[in-house]
């Protein structure tokens, strides 16, 4: 039996071979449907891998936000009450909530000009924060120091440095140097590791950005307060709904029901993200899938070609005792070897494809996970395959009703 099928193999092989251009045209749209599975999907997943390990170094899924926004009743009793958010929010608003394990207090005053000692100039992202700003959003420190809580509240002039500023604004190492930013001025004592991290943004560059006590921010940065976010980080995303609701009620009776506020759990957003990939995922397959359907009925046309082409071999086969399913077994492994070779083919174009392309990625983004969608890989297999089966059956069964007396004629 194995004999047979290797026989029939070899016979469907020659006979493809024999119309090399025909058979290569075919097979186009079945090499560039699986290339597109394999490839599209080897890069999303990639970018989820990496996103996902960016919320995962930071915590994201368990934070909770709260910022200030423009209320949407009561506006005329704010004035009964201090806008935006203070430092002893931050200890009010979360203190003795079950589920939190820390928060902070951080505001960011979007791209500054930056004059260091050197004479170097840059712009650069503000960021005003309290000393739990490091610790709640796991920033590295490289070298030197963080500010402590005690600098905060004693509006030192101090700060710290992402390592892309320190390399643009100073040629050895930015501790002591002393850096103007606007009428804020102030020395450095600690350099930020790289903590680049792909896909999440709360208004700042991650490793181009000077961090300043927020305090020694509000002295001279317009409406800081209100500028103002407290990031609440939970024990566990399962938690947050519960977290959110307590600081609700908090915030409703401390802001005399003004909802001058707003609270957003990156739980949420996080399980949105995952959402928006796997849409992402089904049209790229929708997109390959139309690919492989064109590629489908161009392996039936060509099938049937080739049947009306080997009309009088087919009516000799039936004659010497051929029977129905045996010349229609052959006409169907004819496809399938057609169609598996150009699945083949875009595979291995895919994924050394989705290699290079990982290793050019990286390069411009060192915290690129690259991967290959293995799934993807067998799937476009799959239906490379199932495409020659398909589109294979309608030229092998017209083929194998074909008289053979009639055949022997033409």
């Not at 009743?73 to 931050?90: L, P, T, W, Y």
């Not at 359907?293 to 004659?319: F, H, P, T, Y």
Request: charged share 20%; net charge neutral.
């Amino acid at each position: 039996m194995s004999f047979a099928l290797f026989e029939r193999l070899s016979l469907a092989g020659r006979a493809l071979l024999g119309n090399r251009f025909r058979s290569l045209l075919t097979v186009l749209s079945i090499t560039t449907g699986t290339f597109a599975i394999v490839l599209m999907s080897s890069i999303a997943k990639g970018a989820l891998e990496t996103l996902q390990r960016g919320i995962e170094e930071l915590g994201s899924a368990q934070m909770v936000l709260v910022n200030t926004r423009e209320p949407e009743r009561a506006e005329a009793k704010q004035a009964s009450f201090a806008r935006g958010f203070h430092e002893v929010d931050r200890k009010r608003i979360v203190e003795a909530i079950p589920h939190v394990e820390d928060a902070s207090l951080m505001a960011g005053f979007d791209t500054q000009d930056a004059l260091a000692d050197s004479g170097e100039a840059a712009r650069t992202d503000l960021v005003g924060g309290d000393a739990r700003f490091f610790d709640v959003f796991r920033m590295r420190i490289g070298m030197g120091r963080a500010f402590t809580e005690e600098e905060n509240r004693g509006h030192a002039q101090v700060c710290v440095v992402g390592h892309k500023l320190a390399a643009k604004l100073w040629n050895t190492s930015p501790l002591g140097h002393m850096l103007s930013i606007g009428t804020l001025r102030c020395r450095v004592i600690g350099q930020l590791a790289n903590n680049e991290r792909f896909g999440i943004d709360f208004g700042f560059d991650w490793t181009d950005l000077v961090v300043v006590p927020f305090e020694s921010a509000a002295d001279v940065m317009k409406d800081a307060d209100l500028s103002s976010t407290i990031f609440v980080k939970t024990d566990s995303p399962a938690n947050n709904d519960t977290v959110k609701r307590i600081l609700n009620a908090r915030l409703l009776a401390r802001h005399h029901g003004i909802d001058d506020f707003n609270l957003m759990d990156l739980g949420g957003v996080v399980e949105s993200m995952h959402a928006v990939f796997a849409i992402m995922q089904a049209l790229v397959g929708v997109i390959a899938g139309i690919a492989l359907l064109i590629g489908g009925v161009g392996v039936m046309n060509m099938m049937l070609v080739s049947v009306s082409e080997r009309v009088r071999e087919i009516g000799i086969r039936k004659a010497l005792g051929a029977r129905p399913s045996d010349i229609g077994t052959q006409f169907v492994l004819e496809a399938v070897l057609l169609s598996s070779f150009g699945g083949v083919v875009g595979v291995g174009a895919g994924i050394a494809t989705a290699v290079v392309a990982s290793l050019v990625i990286h390069s411009f983004l060192p915290t690129w996970q690259g991967s290959i969608a293995y799934g993807a890989t067998v799937t476009a297999m799959l239906l490379s395959v199932g495409v020659g089966v398909t589109f294979g059956y309608f030229p092998a069964r017209r083929a194998g009703r074909l008289d053979p007396i009639v055949a022997m004629r033409r």
